[in-house]
C-alpha cells in the first residue's frame, strides 16, 4: 500500500526559504511530483522527477528544485525566493505507470494529505 507523508510546511516571509519533504512508503521510486493548490484555484503541478529527469513549472524555474532519496525513500521541495503567491497547500504525488511523467495532476494516482505552505509580503 503506498503511503505518502509530507512535512516541512510553514510560514515564511516573502524571500525565505522552506523544504518540503515526503516520506514514502509501499512504492518503488518512479514519476513522482509536487503540487500546489491554493484556494479557489485548480490543483497545479510545481515539479515533477523521474529518474534523473525533472520537470519543473515555469513559475518555480529557477526557484524551486525537486530531488528524490531513494536510500531514505524520501522526496524532496527545496523552495527559494519564496513569494506570497507561493502560498498554497502542497501536495507529493506517485503515478503508478511511469509513462508520461508530467506536471498534468490527473496522471497521478496516489496522493499524501498536504502540508501548508503560506508567505508574507
Known amino acids: 500500500q503506498v503511503q505518502l507523508v509530507e512535512s516541512g510546511g510553514g510560514s515564511v516571509q516573502a524571500g525565505g526559504s522552506l523544504r518540503l519533504s515526503c516520506a514514502v512508503s509501499?512504492?518503488?521510486?518512479?514519476?513522482m511530483g509536487w503540487f500546489r493548490q491554493a484556494p479557489g484555484k485548480e490543483r497545479e503541478g510545481v515539479a515533477a522527477?523521474?529518474?534523473?529527469?525533472?520537470a519543473t513549472a515555469d513559475s518555480a524555474k529557477g526557484r524551486f528544485t525537486i530531488s528524490r532519496d531513494s536510500a531514505k525513500n524520501t522526496l524532496s521541495l527545496q523552495m527559494n525566493s519564496l513569494k506570497p503567491e507561493d502560498t498554497a497547500m502542497y501536495y507529493c504525488?506517485?503515478?503508478?505507470?511511469?509513462?508520461?511523467?508530467?506536471?498534468?495532476?490527473?496522471?497521478?494516482?496516489?496522493w499524501g494529505q498536504g502540508t501548508q505552505v503560506t508567505v508574507s509580503s
Open positions: 509501499g512504492y518503488t521510486f518512479g514519476c
Open positions: 522527477i523521474y529518474g534523473r529527469n525533472t
Open positions: 504525488a506517485a503515478k503508478l505507470s511511469s509513462i508520461g511523467c508530467g506536471l498534468n495532476s490527473g496522471l497521478y494516482s496516489k
